[in-house]
């Protein structure tokens, strides 16, 4: 079993920057695959950023440029910073680990609103 903690969500206004925070422990061991999805009231959970442990990175084309994912492979931990935050990504952010299974933060909540 692998548990995730998200941190750093929060209210933000348009344009403005937050980072988002996960830490990952329990059965770490092999983890490859870390990232970020996200969900919108009334829509699908989506991709937001993906980062490998040799940090190699994927990013959904809506928040390329805008955001930047890094992990510390030391620390277990992955991170999301985003910025010119638009009203749009207003939605719960979860954590994403990979190891044999897939495991799933809480969620932490960023809104976007002046």
């Known amino acids: 079993q692998v548990q995730l903690v998200e941190s750093g969500g929060g209210l933000v206004q348009p344009g403005g920057s937050l980072r988002l925070s996960c830490a990952a422990s329990g059965s770490i061991v092999g983890i490859n695959m870390m990232g970020w999805y996200r969900q919108a009231p009334g829509k699908q959970r989506e991709l937001v950023a993906l980062?490998?442990?040799?940090?190699?990175?994927n990013y959904a084309s809506s928040m390329k440029g805008r955001v930047t994912i890094s992990r510390d492979n030391a620390k277990n931990m992955v991170y999301l910073q985003m910025n010119s935050l638009k009203p749009e990504d207003t939605a719960v952010y979860y954590c994403?680990?990979?190891?044999?299974?897939?495991?799933w933060g809480q969620g932490t909540q960023v809104t976007v609103s002046s």
């Open positions: 994403y680990v990979n190891t044999v299974s897939a495991y």
């Open positions: 980062i490998t442990r040799a940090g190699f990175t």
